[in-house]
């Protein structure tokens, strides 16, 4: 009985994966993730051979997969390489050339682990202004994207802010006896367009893979943003505000319906603020009549968890 | 029959121990698991830092300053120890240019008027007060818990690796107030009566007290930062340093006891503990320029 169970643990363990390799590229890329960089093997070691093997057709677990052999045939790099002399006979005339093949000239495909083309993504987010040390307005937002090809999606984002002053606010009143003249930013909307250039993968403390990706994003949309009166007998005004934006962003993969987002925006606009002489204009309307305007660059940082739907996708190509 | 029995479930026992004990990472939970689950991450890895000296000139500026903002070029000179763990040092000499604010204070309507004027401080003391930082630096112990690589446009593939650093910062800083502009040689204390008689009280006046925020500052280092490594020795490296010490940018009053200085009553001092953040950008040179892989 011993032995037997020996023996079928042996054949668990030693047993293919199942399934053909099939295209080098399969699952939208995720093959070019070691492809680039020859030689360098990598494994995740949170996938088992058991569930490896079950999960080999249909878009398995969520962890990265790596296939250990190319079928049923046991790998044999001489006979391989005798073949293709064989075709190189066949096809050509004159000397063969044999190039060196070593660990180096294999390559490892790996499936990209995620995909998100046609499938929406739900983000709940915190944000905070970066570039203004006088203000500082703290956000609370969402987005809903919806991605046309797995590196393609539109979007649309909202937040709502609260601002709180700093230090230089208070000492630009107190030394030099000025009092600053600031806006906040109390809502803004957007139409955003999502692009997905740059993936890739990180080992942490070399134990375990994360997976990730970079996008930029650029939209258009509108704001309000409200005059904060130096004085305060006099009243503010809000603006209404047409907000360009582009950003840069990172999307780290947990699961097939989760990710951890982080990202920075820069929202540009132009904003009136109150006028130097605001006694001359004592009320709300003349004031925004006669405001000074300049040119905003609101750059935010943002973070926060994504849901994506449907939760989970299927590959449709062969590993 | 029974002594037999008793053998057989023996053995069986010690058997399955045996197994178990033979390959104790092969189930967890239930759960099947091949020699990979105890495998690195990565096999035959190109070991990008470790034992490896790092020499990388940069530029460096600061984020977000209040008033003078400090752009330079320094070295990082760094020694990797091992994968992960590495020591070294970095100075920057830089120089210092005016912010927005101080732009504002100084042109436009709301600008300060060229004589001190009630509390107002005049330009000139104003801009006197401000400290200049020339040169700052930092020795500090690295950790690189993240490796990893990246394609874009499933064209360009360039390995990187994120790591943090802390540390000790130190800096010198530097102002230039002469006496006719910072006269008050006692902030906070009774003045001597030139007629004689009884000392004046203080002038309460903090635009001609010394700004007391040169010199050399002792304090904390910490950063993040990401290397790109555009071949076998040379990455591009980005970080994020805060250059954390006692501070008075402005030079002025800011406890609002109406000079500048240590208070004597509540202790407190205009310098207080702030962050310098920066940017830096440089390229790093690896020494020996090969790399050896993991097995």
Not at chain 2, 69 to 78: A, D, I, M, R, S
Not at chain 2, 136 to 146: D, E, K, M, Q
Not at chain 2, 223 to 250: E, K, W
Not at chain 2, 277 to 292: D, E, N
């Amino acid at each position: 009985m011993v032995v037997t169970l020996g023996l079928l643990a042996g054949t668990a363990l030693a047993g293919p994966k199942g399934g053909g390799k099939g295209g080098g590229k399969s699952g939208g890329g995720g093959g070019s993730a070691s492809g680039g960089d020859a030689g360098e093997i990598e494994m995740d070691p949170n996938s088992g051979g058991g569930s490896a093997a079950g999960s080999a057709a249909g878009g398995g677990g969520d962890e990265i997969e790596m296939d250990s052999d190319q079928g049923s045939a046991a790998p044999d790099l001489s006979a391989d390489l005798g073949l293709a002399d064989q075709q190189n006979v066949t096809v050509k005339e004159g000397p063969v050339k044999k190039t060196p093949v070593s660990w180096k000239d294999i390559v490892v495909v790996v499936r990209k682990p995620f995909l998100k083309v046609r499938r929406t993504e739900l983000f709940p987010f915190v944000g905070v202004t970066m570039n203004d040390n006088m203000i500082r307005h703290e956000a609370l937002g969402g987005e809903f994207a919806y991605y046309l090809t797995d590196v393609l999606a539109i979007g649309v984002e909202g937040m709502y802010m609260v601002h709180n002053f700093q230090e230089p606010y208070d000492l630009v009143a107190r030394q030099a006896r000025r009092l600053p003249t600031l806006n906040q930013y109390n809502w803004q909307t957007a139409l955003d367009f999502h692009y997905v250039p740059v993936y890739g993968k990180f080992a942490v403390l070399d134990k375990k893979l994360i997976t990730w990706e970079s996008y930029f994003t650029a939209g258009i949309g509108v704001g309000q943003s409200e005059v904060i009166p130096r004085d305060t007998h006099y009243p503010g005004f809000t603006n209404f505000l047409i907000q360009p934006n582009i950003g840069a962003n990172m999307r780290f993969f947990l699961a097939k319906w989760l990710t951890v987002n982080i990202g920075v925006r820069d929202y540009i606009f132009v904003d009136k603020f109150e006028p130097t002489d605001r006694v001359m204009y004592p009320t709300a309307s003349l004031a925004s009549a006669h405001a000074d305007s300049a040119l905003i660059n609101n750059i935010m940082f943002m973070a926060g968890i994504s849901f994506w739907l449907p939760t989970s996708f299927e590959y449709t190509t062969f590993r | 029959m029974m002594t037999k029995n008793y053998v057989l479930a023996a053995l069986l026992g010690l058997s399955l121990a045996g197994t178990a004990g033979a390959d104790p990472a092969s189930v967890s939970g239930g759960r099947r698991l091949n020699s990979l689950h105890s495998d690195v991450a990565v096999r035959h890895r190109r070991l990008l830092v470790k034992h490896r000296f790092e020499a990388t000139p940069l530029f460096e500026s600061t984020i977000n300053a209040d008033f003078q903002h400090t752009v330079g070029g320094g070295l990082k000179l760094e020694y990797h120890l091992s994968d992960m763990l590495s020591i070294g040092v970095i100075g920057v000499y830089g120089t210092s240019l005016h912010t927005s604010l101080v732009d504002k204070l100084l042109t436009g309507p709301a600008a300060l008027p060229n004589a001190p004027d009630m509390r107002q401080p005049s330009q000139e003391q104003f801009l006197d007060h401000l400290n200049a930082m020339p040169i700052h630096g930092a020795a500090y112990v690295s950790l690189t818990p993240w490796y990893g690589k990246l394609a874009a446009f499933s064209s360009a593939f360039v390995a990187f690796d994120f790591y943090f650093q802390g540390g000790v910062s130190f800096a010198s800083l530097t102002g230039n107030c002469p006496n006719n502009i910072c006269s008050d040689m006692a902030p906070g204390q009774p003045r001597p009566n030139p007629m004689g008689g009884e000392n004046l009280p203080p002038d309460n006046d903090p635009n001609n007290d010394p700004p007391l925020n040169t010199g050399g500052r002792v304090g904390l280092y910490l950063a993040g930062g990401i290397h790109v490594f555009l071949n076998d020795f040379l990455a591009l490296d980005l970080t994020v340093r805060d250059y954390a010490f006692s501070d008075n940018p402005s030079g002025a009053d800011f406890n609002a006891d109406r000079f500048v200085g240590t208070n004597s009553k509540t202790g407190e001092d205009d310098n207080r503990f702030l962050n310098h953040l920066f940017f830096g950008a440089g390229v790093a040179i690896m020494f020996p320029t090969t790399v050896k892989r993991t097995p």
